[in-house]
């Protein structure tokens, strides 16, 4: 739901250091020196160039959280907060006294060990790890280093690409760092280099072995299943997707660039972000008319979240009606007396996935109460369905479609 990506890796390109020999610099010699044996390995895995040196430190919880809390309001203020959860009240999926920003600072203090600080260009380890968890920490932390040097990775998640982009972009990041990292823990164990993309099925098997990792935190287990499965996907869904990347090309690019997904359908199905049938996602524009409600948030929910509304209302096997999503954008809107509502649009590869979707969701539009509507629309040629939720939500909109896949 929400791409915090600052929150974990480093998420800003950083000003080149000055020129310095030295691979790595750290107060800690031991620390200096176990990096100093990891970097090299990991950047070559990652298919990454080592640009300049990478600073590791030691720090406190206390300055974990002092640093979480300041990327909190730098990615998720509160009003862009309590706009976000009214959104997502209206498709049923949060309470509207959801303290976001608490559950979020929660869910992170009880999971990150380390992480990469862009502003300071350095690595920071908590002083009281586990030793059987540093080298773990050290390996995934570390790639997000190296990619940090050679890829803009503040761009590839900038607010102004959206929900779904953002939440992609993310996938490729946290992927290809927990892919390498399961690499080279796995090979040291067995005494010699791995290739996971050699283990036929490895993409599928890493989805429920990643998965037992939800029940391992608790805030993050009691969380509501869209904050659930927003954070974890980059970690399951993204390590699979980096595993088919490399499986269809045995170069081991790195998932920027040409290879980076533009969107939670892609990462879902790698089949369409590359090659002869690469489908990218269709921009949705949607604008209220007439002057007589204001637009308080817009953003966009994308396949993956598509996913977990139908769950929600319809049960996992309602999931298989997100086939065929193109693209999508919804509006929280005010009327002048105060009423809030949403609407919200879904372009579609094909008119009978759409109509799929139409019959599939009409029976549970009761759950979303606010006299919920749904209809089939034509947009540009498009099969397309809007769905309208509160007072607000009968504000007259214009639809209209940017570029398309």
């Not at 979480?68 to 862009?80: M, S, T, V």
């Not at 090309?249 to 892609?266: D, H, I, Y």
């Amino acid at each position: 739901m929400i791409a915090l990506a600052a929150l974990a890796v480093a998420l800003a390109a950083c000003a080149p250091a000055p020129p310095d020999t030295t691979l790595v610099l750290s107060a800690d010699p031991k620390l200096r020196q176990r990096v100093t044996e990891l970097l090299p390995k990991l950047a070559s895995r990652a298919g990454m160039e080592l640009v300049r040196p990478v600073r590791v430190e030691w720090r406190s919880r206390g300055q974990l959280e002092s640093y979480l809390r300041h990327k909190l309001e730098e990615e998720l203020p509160p009003l862009e907060a309590r706009h976000l959860v009214k959104s997502y009240r209206f498709l049923g999926l949060l309470q509207e006294d959801l303290d976001l920003r608490s559950l979020l600072l929660e869910v992170y203090l009880e999971q990150v060990a380390g992480f990469y600080d862009p502003d300071s260009t350095a690595l920071f380890l908590l002083n009281d790890l586990d030793e059987g968890m540093l080298e773990t920490v050290l390996v995934h932390e570390l790639v997000h280093a190296v990619q940090d040097q050679t890829v803009n990775l503040d761009s590839l998640t900038a607010k102004g690409r959206g929900n779904d982009r953002r939440t992609a972009a993310q996938a490729a990041i946290e992927g290809h760092a927990t892919l390498v990292m399961l690499e080279y823990l796995t090979g040291r164990l067995r005494g010699e280099p791995l290739n996971l993309t050699d283990i036929p099925g490895f993409g599928g098997a890493l989805r429920p072995a990643l998965e037992a990792m939800r029940n391992q935190y608790p805030a993050l287990a009691n969380a509501p299943p869209i904050i659930q499965e927003s954070l974890l996907f980059p970690y399951l869904e993204g390590a699979s997707y980096v595993w088919a990347l490399w499986g269809w090309n045995r170069t081991r690019p790195a998932p920027f660039g040409p290879f980076l997904p533009q969107s939670t359908e892609q990462v879902l199905d790698p089949g369409k972000a590359w090659g002869p049938q690469a489908d990218p996602p269709t921009e949705v524009v949607l604008t209220a008319e007439g002057g007589e409600y204001e637009v308080l948030y817009s953003n966009t929910l994308g396949q993956l979240e598509m996913g977990v509304f139908l769950a929600q209302h319809l049960g996992e096997e309602g999931r298989v009606l997100r086939k065929g999503w193109d693209g999508d954008r919804y509006v929280l809107l005010r009327g002048r007396g105060g009423e809030e509502g949403l609407v919200w649009v879904v372009v579609w590869d094909s008119a009978e996935e759409r109509d799929q979707f139409l019959d599939g969701l009409r029976p549970a539009l009761g759950r979303l109460g606010d006299g919920a509507e749904l209809e089939a629309l034509d947009v540009g040629g498009r099969p397309a369905i809007l769905l309208r939720v509160g007072p607000a939500g009968q504000a007259p909109v214009q639809v209209e479609l940017g570029g398309e896949g």
